[in-house]
Every structure is written in C-alpha cells, then in structure tokens.
C-alpha cells in the first residue's frame, strides 16, 4: 500500500497549484482521503477531507473558496486543486487514506491516525 504525492512546487501568491496523491495496493470505495499540512514551526493541519462513502467534505475555514479536493477512482488518484494561494499556504502538504465505510467521517477536522499516509510534497509561495 502507497500514496505518493506530487505537483509541489514554487508557486507566486495569487497563483494556483495542483497536488495529486496516487494511491496503489489499494482503491478508494469506502475509503476517506485527506489533505494535511505542516508549515516549519507549526504543528500538522488537517485542511481537507472526502469521504467516498457519503460524499461529504470538510475544508478548514483558512482554504475554504479557495482549495478543491476531488478524487478519479479510474486513475485511482486523489486532488487538490489550490487556488488564490497566499504565503501562509507555504509548508509541506500530505495526503492521506483511511478506511471508512460509515458516515460522518469527514463531518469535521479528521485525523487519519489509522491509515495510510504519503511521503509529502513541498509547497512554497513566494510573494
């Protein structure tokens, strides 16, 4: 089992940027998937969230408007699409998957402590 990230990079503030987790050894049906962030100095965040079973979503009030997570069961790949980035969107992004076939997994900040994470990629905005 695996998720590796990719489409980190340098990005102006402004500018947008998509991430994109591929995941193997496993697929997606019922399965939650998360987007998490560390910046230096800071703990992890938890920014976003989709649950395969219910189709909920969750995104941190600091990215609402302005980061879609979405997911293609055919590529078997997890996005996050970053739009309108700004400074503080600078830190290395993580995703992550958990199997979770019940409801409400996603209803607010998760934690995926039980499952599956990548190896992360580096986002740095620059003014």
């Known amino acids: 089992v695996q998720l590796v990230e990719s489409g980190g990079g340098l990005v102006q503030a402004g500018g947008s940027l998509r991430l994109s987790c591929a995941a193997s050894?496993?697929?997606?049906?019922?399965?939650?998937i998360g987007w998490f962030r560390q910046a230096p100095g800071k703990e992890r965040e938890a920014i976003s969230c989709?649950?395969?079973?219910?189709?909920?979503?969750y995104y941190t009030d600091s990215v609402k408007g302005r980061f879609t997570i979405s997911t293609d069961s055919a590529k078997n790949t997890a996005y996050l699409q970053m739009n309108e980035v700004t400074r503080e969107d600078t830190a290395v992004y993580y995703c992550?998957?958990?199997?979770?076939?019940?409801?409400?997994?996603?209803?607010?900040?998760?934690?995926?402590?039980?499952?599956?994470w990548g190896q992360g990629t580096q986002v740095t905005v620059s003014s």
């Open positions: 989709f649950s395969t079973f219910d189709r909920t979503t």
């Open positions: 050894g496993f697929t997606f049906h019922d399965f939650a």
């Open positions: 992550a998957a958990d199997y979770a076939p019940y409801r409400y997994y996603c209803d607010g900040p998760p934690d995926f402590d039980s499952g599956y």
